[in-house]
T-cell receptor, first 115, second 116 residues
Framework: GAVVSQHPSRVICKSGTSVKIECRSLDFQATTMFWYRQFPKKSLMLMATSNEGSKATYEQGVEKDKFLINHASLTLSTLTVTSAHPEDSSFYIC???????????FGPGTRLTVT | AQKITQTQPGMFVQEKEAVTLDCTYDTSDQSYGLFWYKQPSSGEMIFLIYQGSYDEQNATEGRYSLNFQKARKSANLVISASQLGDSAMYFCAMREIIQGAQKLVFGQGTRLTINP
């Protein structure tokens, strides 16, 4: 159990366009979802935490207008990278938890390349 | 200040040998959790083992064990009888609970290479 999926697994887009990444909990209800970013050969950095039905809480330094997060249901959260630029190229990983302080189950990640 | 420190950027070990990956942490909380994750080249984060700050015994999961030294604030991962498939990045992480919400803070990672 506790499977989290992400779609797409890879995406290439042109500079200036927007990209949406989906994170789904397949076999449990995720009251809380987390979005992380990982640069090559670096560690995971938390970008934001979202609770179903409420606004996401962004970490310091993360632009909320740049990285739009929607957690409209208990099984789906989306991250939209708006007006993407090459510096937004990164590996984006989501995780989901059935409780705000419960264990996190990670998705397989999405590799975004902005040309 | 770095809350999770992994001082070994890379480790090379012969197959079937045991290996210890170091992790030290910094927190003033009494209640916290420590995790180890494996990240192969595919990128997925694979949960390996968990240790709660109040757990008196070291956590074990198959070939993985966590050497928890609370006074030293260290949580080293020990992999016994290493296998070629163990080659990957390994991340230590600490979970903090802040105002009813959790945050996972990751270390810099250690790249483990198992040689045949």
């Amino acid at each position: 159990g506790a499977v989290v999926s992400q779609h797409p697994s890879r995406v290439i887009c042109k500079s200036g366009t927007s990209v949406k990444i989906e994170c789904r909990s397949l076999d449990f209800q995720a009251t809380t979802m987390f979005w992380y970013r990982q640069f090559p050969k670096k560690s995971l950095m938390l970008m934001a935490t979202s609770n179903e039905g409420s606004k996401a809480t962004y970490e310091q330094g993360v632009e909320k207008d740049k990285f739009l997060i929607n957690h409209a249901s208990l099984t789906l959260s989306t991250l939209t990278v708006t007006s993407a630029h090459p510096e937004d190229s990164s590996f984006y990983i989501c995780s989901a938890s059935s409780r705000p302080t419960g264990g996190q189950y990670f998705g397989p990640g999405t590799r975004l390349t902005v040309t | 200040a770095q809350k999770i420190t992994q001082t070994q950027p890379g480790m090379f070990v012969q197959e079937k040998e045991a290996v210890t990956l170091d992790c030290t942490y910094d927190t003033s909380d009494q209640s916290y959790g420590l995790f180890w994750y494996k990240q192969p080249s595919s990128g997925e984060m694979i949960f390996l083992i968990y240790q709660g700050s109040y757990d008196e015994q070291n956590a074990t999961e198959g070939r993985y064990s966590l050497n928890f030294q609370k006074a030293r604030k260290s949580a080293n991962l020990v992999i016994s009888a290493s296998q070629l498939g163990d080659s990957a990045m390994y991340f230590c992480a600490m979970r903090e609970i802040i105002q009813g919400a959790q945050k996972l803070v990751f270390g810099q990672g250690t790249r483990l290479t198992i040689n045949p």
